[in-house]
């Protein structure tokens, strides 16, 4: 893996590299001053201030603060990114066409650049109460009803990856939306959205019924009202309880412990006394058309910057 890293280089020099990490693929991140305007089904505008940009190779970009865990603004998988050097700021844009928005990031000072050739890490591992919830289910199936077949987990459709897909004992998809926890409506509004794009899909019968089940340990009165309304079903279904480490060793004493002895006649030793208490056990692009920057015959970057490499 290629690391390329820029420290306080010029608006060019920042230019140059973003459209090389472009063309190979690169994962980005530029943190510095700027400002931050979004057009498309809203408008927004952040004025200047210290942010991080990261650009990823699949077309997504987020702008993060120094607050909370998700970005100010972004644009999602799918979007291109431009870089062009305008009124001397570095412009950075996330276009998407459908639907049409635009996300601007104009850099007054670019404090780092760096620049990653990412590979792997892409078919992610989820772990947690809901993949355990789901592996319970592909193991019993029939813990949701008798004759139930999954045939695809995290099957795509236009409203997006389901958690897990199947047919029932007749033959007819079922879709399930599985969460660990008790919920309310936007639950069963997610598993709406899901059997409304799959009974949409262009090569299913139109007239063939798509079910939709929600698995969760419990659901809320107005969840409920609106499962009913939509034809839809909960089946009350927890997550394994993880494992304790010792949780076994400690289970069989405590069996053992509870076991009846058979009585005997044999007087035991006397023991010792001790006032010592037994231990208890517990249990368990560049820019184009008119966004076109100036670059050709442009001198290598200065030494206003200091790249670092690393193989």
Not at 8 to 37: K, M, N, Q, Y
Not at 179 to 202: F, H, I, N, W
Not at 248 to 264: I, L, M, N, R, V
Request: proline content about 8%; charged content about 30%.
């Amino acid at each position: 893996m290629t690391v390329t890293t820029l420290h306080t280089p010029s608006h060019r020099e920042a230019l140059w590299e973003l459209e090389s990490a472009f063309d190979r693929g690169d994962l980005i991140t530029v943190f510095g001053e700027c400002s931050v305007e979004y057009e498309g089904r809203a408008a927004s505008t952040l004025g200047l201030g210290n942010r991080l940009l990261v650009l990823k190779p699949d077309g997504s970009a987020l702008v993060h603060t120094d607050e909370k865990r998700t970005p100010v603004n972004w644009q999602p998988p799918g979007s291109t990114h431009h870089a062009a050097v305008r009124d001397g700021r570095l412009r950075v844009r996330s276009e998407r066409t459908s639907p049409d928005e635009t996300l601007t990031v104009r850099f007054t000072a670019v404090h780092q650049l760096s620049a990653m050739g990412v590979t792997g890490g892409r078919d992610l591992e989820v772990t947690g109460s809901e993949a355990d919830l789901r592996r319970r289910i592909l193991e019993d199936p029939d813990l949701v009803e008798p004759g139930f077949e999954p045939t695809a987990v995290e099957r795509d459709s236009a409203a997006g990856p389901m958690d897990v897909f199947g047919v029932d004992a007749s033959g007819t998809a079922v879709v399930l939306e599985l969460k660990r926890r008790r919920v309310g409506p936007s639950a069963v509004s997610q598993l709406a959205r899901y059997v409304d794009a799959v009974a949409e899909e262009p090569d299913r019968d139109p007239d063939a019924a798509v079910r939709g089940i929600l698995v969760a340990p419990s659901i809320t009165d107005r969840a409920a009202e609106l499962l009913a309304d939509r034809g839809f079903e909960h089946v009350a279904l927890e997550p394994p309880e993880p494992e304790t480490p010792g949780a076994e060793t400690k289970a069989t004493d405590s069996a053992e412990a509870a076991e009846p002895k058979a009585e005997t006649t044999e007087p035991e030793e006397p023991k010792a006394e001790t006032t010592e208490p037994e231990a208890e056990t517990t249990g368990t692009e560049t820019a184009s058309d008119d966004d076109e920057p100036i670059e050709a015959d442009a001198p290598e970057p200065s030494g206003s910057a200091s790249r670092e490499s690393q193989q």
